[in-house]
């Protein structure tokens, strides 16, 4: 009688008792994911709600004089934050991306303070650096301090580090090998960064720009602290909700809220048109 | 020529001390040594881009330690290519004209000439991304010629590259550099590619340099 030789099993081949489904794992990531994006729908969705419900209220506060000013002055004063902050975050984000340098980790910290500070803080210490300091003489021939300058500095002063942490990001990503190659072909350093450097952050430079702007759109509480919340002066639409709600018109507050939430909708489709699809995701990594 | 008397390299890690060699004006010379030996280390002090620390470097009779990469006239391939994204192949080759301020009709003879020498003509409104690993060279080898160097340094440009393409450039890069008389300083690992181009071997062991004419 001869033995019969046994065929391996699938299992016993691959050491895998059976093909496991990917399901439970993609169940999971759905499952977790749609609890945000349930959370951030419903906000809209009821503030929608809310503002049908009172509707004749909430069209007579958008088409306020004071309203119009805000939407004015936030455009605007968002539109030169931003820019501002370009100024200085591509020298920032560019240094800190390709040097290394003493005191390093210090500059890195200072960067990201006004991300971990809470804005109320950044509002009190511009107040008190342009109040209680020698800049006082400044801030009263110029008018900073609850004129409009201050709205536009507080936006700044915040928007800016955003910016800076995401070009930083751009300058990483781009080899300093084309850089250096430039420099081999006749460039100087300012050549180099200009004709090669700039040109391939293009995209990065789009979305540090509009999330500058997104984030001067949305800044309150250093612009309640250091440029007050005086009406047609230094009211921009975030400081329009809090008077809004302050004064009980609840409706008032959530029509200039859907308002806030239409303008950003709007610049952020405008800028991925502009940019390319890739635009926005690069920055927001 | 590429002249190397007792030169000291200190970069990052790396500490490369009394290298002396001499390339002759015209000569292909592969610069051969074990991965982390120092290769790249000394193509890019030689072309500027990591300083010297000591000894002499003359790069066609001038001594060349103290000057900027844009005044050595030495044309650079590094091994990716380093391509600029946002450049068509035309772009490539115009770049160091256009930095010389060269005249249009002037810059477009020149294009002219690169793209049949270096086999680019049905690339020049192609941008980089989507070209195959030896088209990137080529593209990255015209940039560096464009502007007529004396000196061509190139770091590992085939490595990367299939069989195929690699045949075919070696043979390019021959000709080419038979062709404009550029002294080449060409680093590689790959016997075979060395054999089939230099002139001239330099080798970097334990830190030092061992030059050998090629039989």
Same mark, same amino acid.
């Given at each position: 009688?001869?033995?019969?030789? &046994? ?5 016993? &081949? ?24 349930? /959370?951030?729908?419903? /906000? =809209? ?34 539109? =030169? ?9 591509v020298p =920032?984000?560019y240094l800190?991306?390709r040097y ?10 200072? /960067? ?14 511009? /107040? ?23 709205? =536009?500095? *507080? ?16 300058? @990483?990503?781009?080899?300093p090998r084309s850089e250096q190659v430039a420099l081999t072909l006749g460039c100087s350093r300012s050549q180099a960064f200009w004709s090669v450097v700039m040109p391939e ?40 909700? $809090?008077?809004? $709600?302050?004064?009980?018109?609840? *409706? ?25 699809? @890739? ?7 | 020529?590429?002249? +190397? ?19 002759? %004006?015209? +000569? ?19 072309c500027g881009l990591?300083p ?12 060349a330690?103290k000057l900027k990469p844009a005044a050595r006239g030495i044309g650079l ?7 600029f ?10 770049f160091a004209l256009r930095i010389r301020r060269w !005249?249009? +009709? ?41 502007f007529?160097p ?9 490595? +990367? ?5 690699? !045949? ?17 300083? #060409?680093?590689?690992? !790959? ?9 001239? #071997?330099? %080798? ?12």
């Amino acid at each position: 009688m001869t033995a019969r030789m &046994r065929t391996p099993s699938q299992a016993e &081949r691959t050491g895998i008792e059976k093909s496991r489904s990917d399901v439970p794992f993609y169940a999971g990531l759905g499952i977790l994911a749609s609890v945000y994006l349930v /959370l951030i729908a419903s /906000l =809209i969705v009821a503030d929608v709600y809310y503002a049908t419900k009172e509707s004749s209220r909430v069209w007579e506060v958008l088409a306020s004089p004071e309203i119009r000013y805000a939407i004015k002055l936030s455009l605007i004063s968002c539109s =030169i934050s931003a820019i501002a902050s370009l100024w200085v975050a591509v020298p =920032i984000g560019y240094l800190m991306s390709r040097y290394t340098f003493r005191g390093k980790l210090v500059v890195d910290a200072l /960067l990201d303070i006004p991300i971990f500070l809470p804005p109320l803080v950044v509002g009190l210490s511009l /107040l008190i650096l342009f109040r209680q300091t020698f800049l006082y003489r400044v801030d009263d021939a110029l008018l900073i301090s609850l004129h409009i300058p201050a709205v =536009i500095l *507080a936006q700044f002063s915040v928007s800016s580090a955003f910016a800076v942490r995401s070009l930083r990001e751009t300058f @990483d990503e781009i080899s300093p090998r084309s850089e250096q190659v430039a420099l081999t072909l006749g460039c100087s350093r300012s050549q180099a960064f200009w004709s090669v450097v700039m040109p391939e952050a293009r995209h990065g430079l789009l979305t540090a720009g509009t999330l500058a702007w997104a984030r001067s759109f949305g800044e309150f509480g250093p612009i309640l602290i250091f440029a007050g919340s005086t009406r047609m002066r230094t009211e921009v639409l975030p400081v329009s909700v $809090h008077l809004e $709600h302050s004064s009980g018109n609840t *409706a008032g507050a959530v029509g200039v809220s859907l308002l806030m939430v239409v303008v950003a909708v709007i610049v952020l489709v405008v800028v991925r048109l502009l940019g390319g699809s @890739d635009t926005l995701g690069r920055g927001f990594k | 020529m590429i002249q +190397a008397d007792r030169l000291c390299i200190q970069a990052g890690g790396f500490h490369l001390t009394d290298l002396s060699f001499h390339v002759p %004006q015209g +000569a292909y010379c592969v610069l051969m040594g074990r991965t982390g030996s120092g290769k790249t280390t000394l193509l890019e002090s030689i072309c500027g881009l990591k300083p010297i620390a000591g000894g002499r470097l003359l790069l066609d009779d001038r001594d060349a330690c103290k000057l900027k990469p844009a005044a050595r006239g030495i044309g650079l391939v590094p091994q990716d290519g380093a391509l600029f994204y946002t450049m068509t192949v035309r772009q490539h080759l115009e770049f160091a004209l256009r930095i010389r301020r060269w !005249n249009k +009709a002037d810059i477009a003879r020149r294009i002219g000439e690169l793209a049949e020498l270096i086999e680019l003509e049905p690339l020049l409104d192609r941008r980089p991304r989507g070209l195959s690993g030896g088209e990137r060279q080529r593209v990255a080898l015209g940039r560096a010629l464009a502007f007529r160097p004396r000196i061509l340094c190139m770091d590992e440009p085939i490595s +990367a590259l299939d069989d195929e393409s690699r !045949n075919h450039l070696v043979g390019l890069l021959k000709r080419v550099q038979q062709d404009t008389g550029v002294t080449a300083l #060409h680093v590689t690992h !790959n016997r075979q590619e060395a054999d089939q181009l230099a002139d001239l #071997h330099l %080798q970097i062991v334990d830190g030092r340099v061992e030059q050998s004419q090629h039989a």
